[in-house]
């Protein structure tokens, strides 16, 4: 087989692979939140019935033609990026899991991670439901609350390793050790920034159940829901991944890998599961405070590295 | 193909299970019956071990608890919820007052029985019904979508017109869009 | 530039409101124009219903008024009639019922905390608080045979005596609770996220809140030491010792940290009932229900349940059906105009938030 | 009891008796004081009480049927916070044509009551404004709550009934035959086949 089918075949099982991991973290997620509050929570597998579930319904809503792309878009932005993520890095045992790379890609993930989300306020946009444009707009906002110190926390560490290429990043650690160490101010930032990027704990006002009912999604049941869904498992992943290979040079096998990632989902999480909603502009507030304080440390810190 | 019939039951068991599994519910409570809606969810009973969960917006919902008694003003507000969810769909008429009107039989502004404005799979009967048995109701709807009994969605599809002639007996300003299935 | 102002219906569908209403809201941006809100989604017309009942009847429809803390209106009901018909009460009796009450609005509140702390998203309260709400509806059911309706408080006492051990298991339950209370803090009071959303929203005047028709937590957060329990003692609350809530604040918080007071000064009073329990009859025999005729009169009687002063006006015309029974619940001023002026120019993140703060419960408005 | 602890509530009722001669107000116990007068003097009476006795709060407002008199009476429960006393006014107006003053300048809550007599017992109230449909909607009887509608009647009219049972026999037996169990001793009592 040549190099190309090779390739090919590492996509496929890239995406599963994502998929895969990114529901059983949600069955996860929801068994943990569960002993928080005292609950025995669902089995790990629910997630997969769920999904499971919601393709075998109908979807019987026509909203215009937007909406029907929407959930496509939002799927096609996950694979995307994930697609750019090198989820296993070494001469272990997947070689083919290094995928798309070239010089640069950082900026292009970071311009990909909010195509999905533009896709979907589109497609929201069509539907005509308040709650869902509500959503939207607070959802594009809080983003722009967390974009910029993470943006910044990537800045830092292109300008201390002087490349813009993740493996190139990965390379970097492999000779200084881990950037989470020798650039603590970006990883701190970073890290704030992911609580956002999560949705969970205090800055889950786009899809805040007590104000806007399910927030975006509110339309889109059966199917759409289930692209979703999946969409959401294989992004998730594909963010943690990111962290992973960026802070902590990568994983060189499956169970390194599923214990970093863990690690790190973690932090919104649990942070989550005893933190109160905030309102929009108290969360971009908080976005712009701390965490860009942070970030803006972190470049001076590596300018002068 | 040859072996359809082996291959459509293997198809039947896998949605099955998949269905009962994951039980979406409507988060509307429509009567008094909803106050014991949050001890089942909480960490007394836990109901999301079963995979049941409250859903906000009928799209995304498998379940309609009618929790209690429906006075005239919200039984529009139930059809217009009801039509909008997606198939395959199912109904659960909880309380005493959903079967016949039970302390309210008499009174007029709320219907007594359920089961002739929307097709009811499972009653939960008592005021108030307890936990135990909101959840024992639940089961029973879950071991129904295993069979394949729980059809309410395609009853009322067939008996549309009886339906529609009860539910405007009661709402007498009928302005709603008719929905497609 | 000005943005065009959108229509925003919460409710009756929706998991933000409490039970089953609706407000429609003018929406510029995230802050709210106007407000109004929509009722008679659970109206069952109880007021109607108990005409043709007779005075025994009425009892078992009675608790059904105010789902989360039926209570109050069969305390109140019967005290009603036994103001018009001049019907005395055992000693026993009157601890019991307050020992009721006072339960039942632990439990209310324990129910309040998760529906506040859930309208700011933090889940996790609200899943510990109800818990520990079923410790007390199991005492319930030992004490009455149900969990939500409990149809014990009647006219010339209650239904049953304490059983068997009893007391030790409040007092237990009651340790508990304590106990708890302590992580509570640590979770939702102490909780900055919670504060700073909870600080300067839903502000009550102090100078109109009597006027407005405010009662109960909300008026304690405004700085009256207002209490049926200690304006207009009912039972035997005039020998009990407690203090009312107070707040520094108007707003949200400061009806937070009244409720997380006196939630402690329930607690402590179920203590000092069970210890002064006198021993005795509870219970005066009523005529045959059938033929139980009540004389001409009227009372208007008025407990403090735990959204505030919760009233009957009940009507006698000498025959065996009430003549008039009218409920004034807190939550038909709270939930209709006083919600409609505090959601003006709140954002709509706290709509649910001000709800929960003012206790709203719509089976009471509309009965 | 003895007139010392009735004093202040006394206070109130000659206070209002000697301001409005048409009133008269008496003291039923403790804490409570009732005075009745004519329809017309109602909003006068009220802004009285309210700034000049220290009744700020209203607590209730009702509306009693009395059919066989042909007439409505309407009861306005205030409290006083400093006083902790509870004045009721009572007034009757005729049952047909039934106008009453509208209150909820005085007080604001006032507009939620009034809009639910309006729309239970048709009572009209001159300049005042609220949204008509209150707890009923597209409601075309008469007003629900007025002594002569007949509720029963309308629920068999308007909605099905499940047929019940003709007898008040205790089905437990029948239960019991049927999941195959033997019949308890308790119910054996209500048995139908005896």
Same mark, same amino acid.
């Given at each position: 087989?040549?190099?190309?089918?090779?390739?090919?075949?590492?996509?496929?099982?890239?995406?599963?692979?994502?998929?895969?991991?990114?529901?059983?973290?949600?069955?996860?997620?929801?068994?943990?939140?569960?002993?928080?509050?005292?609950?025995?929570?669902?089995?790990?597998?629910?997630?997969?019935?769920?999904?499971?579930?919601?393709?075998?319904?109908?979807?019987?809503?026509?909203?215009?033609?937007?909406?029907?792309?929407?959930?496509?878009?939002?799927?096609?932005?996950?694979?995307?990026?994930?697609?750019?993520?090198?989820?296993?890095?070494?001469?272990?045992?997947?070689?083919?899991?290094?995928?798309?790379?070239?010089?640069?890609?950082?900026?292009?993930?970071?311009?990909?991670?909010?195509?999905?989300?533009?896709?979907?306020?589109?497609?929201?946009?069509?539907?005509?439901?308040?709650?869902?444009?509500?959503?939207?707009?607070?959802?594009?906002?809080?983003?722009?609350?967390?974009?910029?110190?993470?943006?910044?926390?990537?800045?830092?560490?292109?300008?201390?390793?002087?490349?813009?290429?993740?493996?190139?990043?990965?390379?970097?650690?492999?000779?200084?050790?881990?950037?989470?160490?020798?650039?603590?101010?970006?990883?701190?930032?970073?890290?704030?920034?992911?609580?956002?990027?999560?949705?969970?704990?205090?800055?889950?006002?786009?899809?805040?159940?007590?104000?806007?009912?399910?927030?975006?999604?509110?339309?889109?049941?059966?199917?759409?829901?289930?692209?979703?869904?999946?969409?959401?498992?294989?992004?998730?992943?594909?963010?943690?991944?990111?962290?992973?290979?960026?802070?902590?040079?990568?994983?060189?096998?499956?169970?390194?890998?599923?214990?970093?990632?863990?690690?790190?989902?973690?932090?919104?999480?649990?942070?989550?599961?005893?933190?109160?909603?905030?309102?929009?502009?108290?969360?971009?507030?908080?976005?712009?405070?701390?965490?860009?304080?942070?970030?803006?440390?972190?470049?001076?810190?590596?300018?002068?590295? | 193909?040859?072996?359809?019939?082996?291959?459509?039951?293997?198809?039947?068991?896998?949605?099955?299970?998949?269905?009962?599994?994951s039980l979406f519910m409507l988060a509307y409570g429509t009567g008094c019956g909803d106050i014991e809606i949050p001890p089942a969810m909480t960490s007394r009973y836990d109901w999301e071990r079963f995979g049941y969960r409250k859903m906000a917006t009928p799209r995304q919902a498998d379940v309609l608890l009618i929790s209690g008694y429906l006075a005239t003003k919200t039984l529009k507000r139930v059809i217009r919820s009801y039509e909008q969810m997606q198939e395959p769909k199912y109904v659960i008429g909880f309380g005493s007052c959903t079967i016949n009107g039970g302390m309210y039989w008499d009174s007029y502004n709320t219907i007594n029985m359920l089961d002739h404005y929307i097709p009811v799979d499972v009653y939960i009967n008592g005021c108030m019904p307890r936990p135990e048995?909101?959840?024992?109701?639940?089961? *029973?709807?879950?071991?129904?979508?295993?069979?394949?009994?729980?059809?309410?969605?395609?009853?009322?599809?067939?008996?549309?017109?009886?339906?529609?002639?009860?539910?405007?007996?009661?709402?007498?300003?009928?302005?709603?869009?008719?929905?497609?299935? | 530039?000005?943005?065009?102002?959108?229509?925003?219906?919460?409710?009756?569908? @929706?998991?933000?409101?409490?039970?089953?209403?609706?407000?429609?809201?003018?929406?510029?941006?995230?802050?709210?124009?106007?407000?109004?809100?929509?009722?008679?989604?659970?109206?069952?017309?109880?007021?109607?219903?108990?005409?043709?009942?007779?005075?025994?009847?009425?009892?078992?429809?009675?608790?059904?008024?105010?789902?989360? *803390?039926?209570?109050?209106?069969?305390?109140?009901?019967?005290?009603?009639?036994?103001?018009? *018909?001049?019907?005395?009460?055992?000693?026993?009796?009157?601890?019991?019922?307050?020992?009721?009450?006072?339960?039942?609005?632990?439990?209310?509140?324990?129910?309040?905390?998760?529906?506040?702390?859930?309208?700011?998203?933090?889940?996790?309260?609200?899943?510990?608080?109800?818990?520990?709400?079923?410790?007390?509806?199991?005492?319930?059911?030992?004490?009455?045979?149900?969990?939500?309706?409990?149809?014990?408080?009647?006219?010339?006492?209650?239904?049953?005596?304490?059983?068997?051990?009893?007391?030790?298991?409040?007092?237990?339950?009651?340790?508990?609770? *304590?106990?708890?209370?302590?992580?509570?803090?640590?979770?939702?009071?102490?909780?900055?996220?919670?504060?700073?959303?909870?600080?300067?929203?839903?502000?009550?005047?102090?100078?109109?809140?009597?006027?407005?028709?405010?009662?109960?937590?909300?008026?304690?957060?405004?700085?009256?030491?207002?209490?049926?329990?200690?304006?207009?003692?009912?039972?035997?609350?005039?020998?009990?010792?407690?203090?009312?809530?107070?707040?520094?604040?108007?707003?949200?918080?400061?009806?937070?940290?009244?409720?997380?007071?006196?939630?402690?000064?329930?607690?402590?009073?179920?203590?000092?009932?069970?210890?002064?329990?006198?021993?005795?009859?509870?219970?005066?025999?009523?005529?045959?229900?059938?033929?139980?005729?009540?004389?001409?009169?009227?009372?208007?009687?008025?407990?403090?349940?735990?959204?505030?002063?919760?009233?009957?006006?009940?009507?006698?015309?000498?025959?065996?059906?009430?003549?008039?029974?009218?409920?004034?619940?807190?939550?038909?001023?709270?939930?209709?105009?006083?919600?409609?002026?505090?959601?003006?120019?709140?954002?709509?993140?706290?709509?649910?938030?001000?709800?929960?703060?003012?206790?709203?419960?719509?089976?009471?408005?509309?009965? | 009891?003895?007139?010392?602890?009735?004093?202040?509530?006394?206070?109130?009722?000659?206070?209002?008796?000697?301001?409005?001669?048409?009133?008269?107000?008496?003291?039923?116990?403790?804490?409570?004081?009732?005075?009745?007068?004519?329809?017309?003097?109602?909003?006068?009476?009220?802004?009285?009480?309210?700034?000049?006795?220290?009744? @700020?709060?209203?607590?209730?407002?009702?509306?009693?049927?009395?059919?066989?008199?042909?007439?409505?009476?309407?009861?306005?429960?205030?409290?006083?916070?400093?006083?902790?006393?509870?004045?009721?006014?009572?007034?009757?107006?005729?049952?047909?044509?039934?106008?009453?003053?509208?209150?909820?300048?005085?007080?604001?809550?006032?507009?939620?009551?009034?809009?639910?007599?309006?729309?239970?017992?048709?009572?009209?109230?001159?300049?005042?404004?609220?949204?008509?449909?209150?707890?009923?909607?597209?409601?075309?009887?008469?007003?629900?709550?007025?002594?002569?509608?007949?509720?029963?009647?309308?629920?068999?009219?308007?909605?099905?009934?499940?047929?019940?049972?003709?007898?008040?026999?205790?089905?437990?037996?029948?239960?019991?035959?049927?999941?195959?169990?033997?019949?308890?001793?308790?119910?054996?009592?209500?048995?139908?086949?005896?």
């Amino acid at each position: 087989m040549d190099e190309f089918w090779m390739k090919i075949i590492g996509f496929v099982a890239t995406v599963l692979l994502a998929f895969v991991v990114g529901a059983v973290y949600g069955g996860l997620v929801r068994k943990i939140i569960a002993r928080t509050q005292n609950r025995i929570g669902p089995p790990w597998y629910q997630n997969f019935i769920d999904i499971l579930k919601l393709y075998s319904k109908s979807s019987a809503i026509n909203h215009g033609f937007m909406q029907h792309i929407a959930p496509a878009m939002a799927i096609t932005a996950s694979v995307t990026v994930l697609m750019f993520v090198p989820v296993l890095t070494g001469d272990g045992w997947f070689p083919w899991f290094e995928n798309l790379n070239f010089k640069g890609d950082l900026i292009f993930l970071v311009y990909m991670m909010v195509f999905g989300s533009l896709g979907m306020a589109l497609g929201i946009g069509q539907t005509g439901n308040p709650n869902a444009a509500i959503g939207v707009s607070r959802g594009l906002s809080m983003m722009v609350g967390y974009e910029i110190p993470f943006v910044m926390a990537l800045v830092a560490l292109m300008v201390q390793t002087e490349t813009t290429s993740i493996t190139g990043l990965m390379e970097y650690q492999d000779q200084h050790g881990w950037l989470m160490f020798s650039s603590p101010f970006a990883f701190i930032a970073a890290v704030m920034a992911m609580l956002g990027m999560f949705h969970y704990g205090p800055f889950d006002v786009a899809f805040a159940p007590s104000e806007l009912a399910s927030g975006p999604p509110s339309e889109f049941g059966g199917k759409y829901l289930a692209l979703m869904m999946t969409s959401g498992s294989i992004f998730a992943f594909a963010k943690l991944v990111l962290f992973v290979d960026i802070f902590m040079n990568g994983a060189s096998n499956l169970i390194i890998l599923v214990i970093k990632t863990l690690v790190l989902y973690m932090i919104p999480v649990l942070y989550g599961a005893v933190s109160p909603r905030y309102r929009t502009e108290q969360a971009i507030r908080y976005f712009w405070g701390w965490p860009t304080f942070f970030g803006a440390l972190a470049i001076i810190f590596a300018i002068y590295y | 193909m040859p072996n359809d019939k082996n291959s459509q039951k293997i198809v039947d068991m896998i949605t099955g299970f998949a269905r009962s599994n994951s039980l979406f519910m409507l988060a509307y409570g429509t009567g008094c019956g909803d106050i014991e809606i949050p001890p089942a969810m909480t960490s007394r009973y836990d109901w999301e071990r079963f995979g049941y969960r409250k859903m906000a917006t009928p799209r995304q919902a498998d379940v309609l608890l009618i929790s209690g008694y429906l006075a005239t003003k919200t039984l529009k507000r139930v059809i217009r919820s009801y039509e909008q969810m997606q198939e395959p769909k199912y109904v659960i008429g909880f309380g005493s007052c959903t079967i016949n009107g039970g302390m309210y039989w008499d009174s007029y502004n709320t219907i007594n029985m359920l089961d002739h404005y929307i097709p009811v799979d499972v009653y939960i009967n008592g005021c108030m019904p307890r936990p135990e048995a909101v959840m024992s109701g639940l089961f *029973e709807l879950q071991e129904m979508i295993k069979r394949g009994d729980a059809n309410g969605a395609q009853k009322y599809r067939e008996n549309l017109e009886w339906y529609r002639a009860n539910q405007k007996k009661i709402i007498k300003n009928w302005k709603m869009p008719d929905y497609n299935w | 530039m000005r943005e065009k102002a959108t229509t925003l219906y919460l409710g009756p569908q @929706h998991p933000g409101i409490t039970g089953n209403m609706m407000v429609k809201l003018k929406v510029e941006g995230d802050t709210i124009q106007s407000a109004s809100t929509h009722v008679g989604y659970l109206h069952r017309g109880f007021e109607k219903l108990m005409e043709r009942r007779n005075w025994l009847q009425s009892f078992t429809i009675l608790c059904r008024i105010c789902v989360p *803390e039926p209570d109050p209106n069969e305390e109140n009901f019967a005290r009603a009639v036994e103001s018009i *018909e001049g019907r005395e009460v055992p000693e026993r009796a009157k601890w019991i019922r307050a020992m009721v009450l006072e339960l039942a609005r632990i439990g209310t509140y324990l129910l309040w905390f998760a529906g506040q702390s859930g309208s700011a998203g933090l889940y996790t309260m609200g899943q510990w608080s109800i818990g520990d709400r079923d410790y007390i509806l199991d005492l319930f059911e030992e004490l009455t045979g149900g969990r939500i309706y409990h149809m014990y408080i009647w006219p010339g006492g209650v239904r049953r005596d304490l059983p068997k051990g009893f007391k030790d298991k409040v007092l237990q339950t009651m340790d508990y609770l *304590e106990k708890r209370l302590v992580q509570y803090d640590k979770l939702m009071f102490d909780n900055t996220i919670f504060q700073k959303r909870a600080k300067g929203i839903g502000w009550i005047d102090p100078a109109k809140a009597i006027e407005w028709g405010v009662v109960g937590a909300p008026l304690r957060a405004a700085g009256i030491a207002s209490d049926v329990r200690k304006d207009d003692p009912y039972e035997i609350y005039d020998k009990l010792d407690f203090e009312l809530g107070h707040a520094t604040t108007s707003d949200v918080w400061g009806r937070s940290q009244v409720r997380r007071f006196e939630i402690e000064q329930s607690i402590n009073m179920v203590r000092q009932i069970m210890d002064k329990m006198p021993e005795g009859e509870y219970y005066n025999r009523i005529p045959n229900p059938m033929k139980w005729e009540v004389p001409p009169g009227e009372a208007y009687v008025k407990t403090e349940s735990a959204r505030g002063e919760f009233g009957f006006y009940v009507v006698s015309d000498g025959s065996n059906k009430p003549r008039r029974v009218h409920v004034k619940g807190p939550a038909y001023v709270h939930a209709v105009t006083l919600l409609e002026d505090l959601l003006k120019g709140a954002n709509i993140s706290d709509v649910s938030f001000i709800m929960n703060s003012l206790g709203t419960c719509p089976p009471e408005i509309e009965r | 009891m003895t007139d010392i602890s009735l004093e202040k509530e006394q206070k109130i009722a000659d206070e209002l008796e000697r301001t409005f001669p048409n009133l008269t107000a008496r003291v039923r116990r403790a804490r409570r004081v009732m005075a009745s007068l004519e329809k017309e003097l109602i909003p006068s009476v009220l802004v009285h009480a309210k700034d000049n006795l220290g009744f @700020h709060h209203l607590s209730h407002m009702s509306v009693v049927d009395w059919i066989e008199d042909e007439h409505f009476e309407m009861v306005y429960t205030l409290w006083n916070h400093e006083k902790r006393v509870q004045l009721t006014i009572k007034t009757m107006i005729s049952r047909d044509n039934a106008t009453m003053a509208n209150i909820d300048t005085i007080w604001r809550q006032a507009n939620t009551y009034q809009r639910e007599m309006r729309e239970m017992f048709g009572i009209e109230f001159p300049g005042f404004v609220g949204e008509k449909d209150f707890l009923l909607e597209d409601w075309d009887e008469m007003p629900p709550m007025r002594r002569d509608f007949d509720t029963m009647e309308y629920a068999n009219k308007t909605y099905f009934s499940r047929p019940g049972r003709e007898d008040a026999q205790d089905v437990r037996d029948t239960i019991s035959k049927r999941n195959g169990e033997e019949v308890p001793d308790f119910a054996k009592k209500y048995s139908r086949e005896k």
